[in-house]
Every structure is written in C-alpha cells, then in structure tokens.
C-alpha cells in the first residue's frame, strides 16, 4: 500500500489485484479477516496513541463535540470492529453462487454466476471505524478498495489501513487490494477514473453525498436525503398510530430513517391530532404544521420547504391530507424514495400503498426505523441506496458483487445453429 | 403523449405515469400489447407510407446504403415487430416477483419484491423496429419511456409511436408513459433530467454509446465496444480451436459479440497457425499480427493499437503467447469486457480462464458468438451491458426491474428491539 503512487497508479495496482482477490478462496478470505482483527488487537496501543494525536490535534483547532466523538477510537471502538469482523467470517461468501442455470444445449451449459465488482472507491468522513468496517466487507466480497477518510482522522486512518494491508498480505492475499488516499487532491483524482474505479461508496452528511454523486461519471451506491414519512390512514388505530408516529420520529432523530413529516387523513385528524401533539410533546418534538393541522392544534406554521426538509431532528411537520392517493402523490412528490409507512386496518389500502409508493422501503402497520441492514437481518449493511438501479434500501453485501455468465461447451459454434437446418436449442432450466 | 410539453415537464409527466403504470395487472399489460400490435397491423399501409417519406428524403440527401436499409421499415419488418409483441406477451412478468422474505420477529414480514425502475430514456439511431421493441419491453416491465430516434427515420417514428401511445390507452393504461423527442436539443434536454430519468439505453454505433456515456450523469446500460478474444491454449484440440476461431470471428464480422484478436500459445503456434490461416482466407479474412506470429506465417504486422482495435469487418488480429496468464493479463488489458473464450482440454486451465477474465462473458470450448439474449434464452434481449453493477453480458427483461422491501406489521416500534429488555428479531427465512 505505498503512499508515493499516483492515485491513477493506485487504481491501476487496485485493479489487477482486484482479478487475483476476485479468485481468492473463501477460508483464504476468512482466514485473513481473522488475521486482520488479531492484528488490529494486537496494534490497540499504537492504535489508540495515533487517535489520540488527531484528537488533540482536533481539540486545538476547536473541532465541535460530535465530531469529536466520532473521531474517537479507543479500545471499545477497536472491540466492535473486531467483533464486526468476526461476525462477517461467518456470512457465507457472496462471490460464486450459482443465480441461474440454462442447458443451451446437450453439452452447451449456461451458468450466471456471482462475482466481485472490481474496484471499490469509498469516501468517508471523520468516523475511522468506517474504514474498518468497509475494508474488510471489500475484502470478503473479493473487491479491491481505495478509501479516503476525514484528514482530522489522519494518523489513525493511516495506522489502521497499514495494520490491515500487512496482516492481509501475511495472510496470502495479493497486495494492492487496499490503498489509502489522504489528500482532497487524491479524492478529485479518484472521482475522475471512471475507467478503473467501478463502484462510489460515500459515507457522510447529505451535503458531502450529493456533492460526490455530482462530481464524478462512477456510478454511487448511497442516499443523499432521508425524508421519511408516515401516514396515518382514515381507519388507522389510533393508539398504533400514534405508536408508530412517536418512534418513527423519536427513537433516534439524528438518522435517515427518522421520519420528517406525519400526513394525517382529514378523517380521522381531529381526533387524531390532539394525541399525537402530547405524546411528541412528551418527546419535546417540535411540530410544525399546515393550515388544516393548525386549525386543529396550535403548531407553528409549515411551509412548501418543510415537505422537502431533512430536519434530523427532533422537528416534525404535519399534513392534512384527502385520502390515500393525497398521501401516495405528496410522497412521491416531497420524499426522497427512502423509507415510508402507512398505519391502516385496511389491507387493500396498504397494498395500494406498498405498490404505489415510490420508495425503497414501504411499510405497513410499523415505525420506518426498522430500514436498516441489521434490522433486515442483511448481516452486515454496506450502505442505504436510494438509487433505482443495482440495489436499494440497506444494502448487504450482496451490493458488493454483480455475475458473469459462463458457458460450457465442447466445441459449438453459432453457424450450426443458423440457417435451413439449424439446430434448435433447448434452454432447459438446470437451476 | 404530447409533443408540445418541453422535455422535462414530459418526463415529469411520464415519472408520474410510470408509478400507475407499475401498478398495473400481468393481464391489463398483456391486453395492451396484443393491441399495439393489431393497431400496427391496421394502421400499416399508412405505416409504411410515412417510411416511405423518410426513405425519399434519405436518398435524396444520399444516404448510405446500409443506412438506407436500417431505416427501411415495410410489411416484412412489420410482421417481425408484431411477432416479437406476442413473444413478450409469452413472457413472465418481470414485476411483483418475491426475491426474498424474511420474518424479522412473529407478525413483522420482510419481502424484498420485484418492481419497475421507473422513466427509461432509449436513444437509437436509424431502425424505426427499434422504437417498437423497446417501448414495448418498457410497458411489459412497468416503466414509462421516453424514446429519441433517427431524425431520418422522423415520420416512421411518430406514427409508431402515436399508434403504440393510442393503443396502449384504449387498453386501460394510463397515458404518458410513452413519449417521442425529436430533436437534438431534446435529447441534450433528456441528459440532463437525472432527477426524473431512472436509467438510459442508447443504442446505435460504440462512438454513439460513448458519446452519451459521457455526457450525462443518468445511469446507462449498454456498451461502448466489443473487443472480444479468442485464447487457443497450448492443449487445444486444434480442429475445435480452428472452428471455434473462425466462426467467432467470421460467421457475421458487424457485430458486437464477433472476435477481434486471437491469441495463440506459444507452444502449439507453429501448427495451429497454418491451418487457422487456411480456414481464415477461406473466408476472406485479413489478418495482421505480432512479430511470432509473423515468423511463422506471413501475415501484415499488428500494433498495439490492434490489440485495442474493434474492426467490425473480417480482419483478426493474431498475437502468441506464453500461456494463460499472459493470455489473460492480454485480454484484462485490452478488451472491452465483453466475451472471451478459451479453447483448452483442462479443466483447471479452463475454469482459472473464466474466472480471472473480467468479462461479462466468459467461455470454455464454443464461439464468442453465443453471447446474445435469444441465444441464452432469456426471451428478449434489452440491450448488452458491460457495466460492472445492475446488470451485465446479455440483459433480458430482468435489467429494466429493480426491487423494493415491503415491510408487513402489526404496530411494531423499534423501541422494543432496543435496550436491555430488547425484543429479540427472529430473521427466520420465509422463502
């Protein structure tokens, strides 16, 4: 993992190693993510001292508290990761799975099969855990990575990825499959090599994946808003209603899948309304509402902006809507595709929305806080997609492979199969 | 399907329609299409009329002669088009299948299911059968579409199109999910609405494909070129790797999927290259190549830019090697990732050629040719990707779907799966 390359030499490197990785076995690709935690473990010192650095240096340039906390690494930190990685030696390998199988013809088998993507670019802010995290989830799914974290977190992003790309190296892997990049310069680079970096995997605030995903030709796995709603449907059960609200939007405000603005049915909204205002209240939830809601609770005013407002906060604006497809129509105008729940007795209704919501993930009867990798039983979440092509919603590591077809023959050629008396194939389903 | 609208108030229209549109039943979508086709039937004397405008004005502006038979659109092509509606008819639906289900905890079910992408935009260039096709592999899957052909071909076009929009609505489906752009302006206008255009597919000429690759930030799904190989290994059954040879380069040259470069190992060279040269100017196939190969048979030297040459004519560049993985770092290096083939006995040799030769199609003992969607029985044939994410190789109508996760509850909140007294997810595999 040399430091002295040029990005687009780095990306090169990258990309041969990625075809020998792409081949690796699945106990050679195991056996080096148990070396890789074993070495993390045995680096925690040096380690937690490099962090250290970077937090001072933090400290010293008046770096806000949050951020602070997620530049720190410490021996907890260091523990989950660890405990990440053993938890993905245990997913089954994603690379070489059988997805279908045709006989063409006697002798002529078709097979489509998983493999890696190749090159993996991953741009991160200040959190080093991150790198951890989506190097060794690279590593298992056969793809080369080129990552670029927060420069505040520069000594320990170095140390890290250095301990990584020893122990894999140690381990049989071939090198190049990882390398760091540390400057902005690096990363205006990176976006500009369409031809050897095949997948884009921005971590980090809205602002930051928007600005990737509109500065460079590689396609981006990622989700640049997270305005979720709930709608609350004419026959809903109030008490689930306001459940459902209340977690939604509180369980955890600072996060994509919170939800931004509560639509309420005009039928049920004025004896809705007063309930789900006391339990957010209880919440110290700030509402804000339409002219309809005011009319029913006294919330400060909401304006054509709130409807496309990402608070990640404890903010909710509130609508009063017509009926099902008022709801489906403002969703699909204001949301951003990510996750959104409709609270009915009504099966027909939900159905209509599930179908007609354009969004990654659409529920019913249940907080949109569920959308989530660990929560979907996915194992190990790469990232939140809200793109329409690939994958979407949280994304396991199936994300981190596409297929090749292979075909076996003993010797066929296409012109027997043209012309007066062309053979017929059989395409006969083998799996 | 107005042609008054600007360009994004039209795909506004049509993202609107596609949301209805992928609601829509297997059956009401098969209806429609049996009545495009009878409405083309019908309206086919004015059909080829309106062709026969664009054919005179082509020859007047001396078109080419190839040019001129793409663009020509009689009863013959007719009958083609309208068969290829009722094969799709045949087809499954691609929408609504289940991919995945989860229970994530007793009454919480998880479904990841298949559903449209949502607005297509189709770029191609002269052959009016084109605009059919696609437009209706779009209704099949659920997607709106929004299609830019030839200008040459402009009366064809707009009455196919105005016949498949009339037909399709009289059949219950929702208006704009098809409209036509005629102008080069419209199609600078397409390029730049990422906001409501979900996926692009040009086709037409790789200077074309390349051209709207670069110049837009909408996924694409196509493939810029075509340099395929054909590795002859040093245990090859020499009459298997010169049929495999000749009909992957000359059974038709103008396609994508013919051979470009031979690569001959080192240790059968000097008897394969005889004979493969016999078979070849058989065929009258010029061959150029590398300085082994010229010292043994007497052919025109081949550069390096050869080896990144597609000719789409019956010219094969010839170049030896020194054993697999010289002929695999040759074809990673220089080919387009499209199909390879490899003619060996061993296994072993064979299954290392498939999987470290990062193509969308990786062959053992049988022609390049193979590579095509009739071929591998997928039913229709969208389009050929060498992308390296959504879909790859030959794309049915699988590559114009996407999934969505359903979520079904009862009033589930995350807040019970939180804490110490956490609720435990089952993640119990449904299906």
Redesign the interface.
């Given at each position: 993992m040399s430091r002295k390359m040029k990005i687009s030499e780095r990306a090169a490197a990258a990309k041969?190693a990625s075809?020998?990785l792409?081949?690796v076995k699945t106990e050679v690709k195991n056996t080096a993510l148990n070396e890789i935690a074993k070495a993390l473990q045995e680096h925690s010192a040096e380690i937690v001292k490099a962090n250290e650095r970077d937090l001072e240096a933090a400290r010293t340039s008046n770096l806000a508290a949050p951020l602070l906390k997620r530049l720190k690494f410490d021996e907890g930190k260091l523990a989950d990761v660890c405990a990440g990685i053993h938890s993905l030696i245990k997913l089954p390998d994603p690379v070489g799975r059988t997805l279908c199988a045709?006989e063409?013809d006697e002798g002529?088998e078709?097979y489509r099969v998983s493999?890696p993507?190749?090159v993996i670019g991953v741009v991160f802010e200040s959190r080093p855990d991150a790198l951890v995290q989506i190097s060794t989830l690279c590593l298992k799914s056969g793809n080369a990575v080129l990552l670029k974290g927060g420069s505040e977190a520069a000594h320990t992003n170095r140390i890290l990825g250095d301990t990584i790309a020893r122990a894999a190296e140690a381990a049989g892997l071939p090198a190049d499959w990882i390398h760091l990049l540390e400057t902005r310069q690096d990363v205006a680079d990176l976006l500009a090599l369409d031809d050897r970096v095949?997948?884009l995997i921005p971590r980090g605030s809205n602002e930051f994946v928007r600005h990737i995903?509109?500065s460079t030709?590689i396609?981006v796995l990622g989700h640049a808003a997270g305005i979720c709603h709930v709608y609350v449907a004419a026959d809903a059960?109030l008490d689930?209603a306001v459940?459902?609200t209340?977690?939604s939007k509180c369980?955890?405000v600072a996060v994509c899948n919170a939800a931004e603005t509560l639509l309420v049915d005009a039928a049920l909204a004025e004896a809705f309304l007063p309930r789900v205002q006391a339990a957010l209240a209880a919440c110290h939830c700030r509402l804000k509402g339409c002219e309809r809601t005011r009319a029913i609770i006294p919330v400060e005013p909401a304006t054509d902006e709130d409807w496309a407002t990402e608070y990640l906060d404890a903010i909710l604006s509130i609508k009063v809507v017509d009926g099902l497809d008022a709801a489906?129509d403002h969703i699909?105008r204001y949301g951003s595709g990510h996750t959104d729940t409709i609270v009915t007795a009504d099966r027909d209704q939900?159905e209509?929305f599930?179908?007609?919501v354009?969004?990654?993930?659409?529920?019913?009867?249940?907080?949109t806080?569920?959308?989530d990798g660990y929560?979907?039983?996915l194992g190990a979440e790469v990232g939140v997609s809200t793109?329409?092509?690939?994958a979407?919603?949280?994304v396991g590591l199936d994300g981190l492979v596409?297929?090749?077809?292979?075909?076996?023959?003993?010797?066929?050629?296409?012109?027997d199969?043209?012309g007066p008396n062309a053979r017929k194939?059989t395409?006969k389903k083998l799996r």
């Open positions: 041969a075809i020998r792409g081949a045709t063409l002529l078709l493999c993507i190749g095949d997948l995903m509109n030709n396609p059960d689930m459940r459902v209340v977690d369980q955890y489906i699909n939900a209509r599930l179908n007609l354009d969004s990654a993930d659409v529920f019913w009867n249940c907080s806080r569920f959308s929560r979907y039983g793109s329409k092509i690939h979407r919603g949280p596409i297929y090749k077809w292979k075909l076996y023959g003993k010797g066929q050629i296409v012109a199969y043209t194939f395409h």
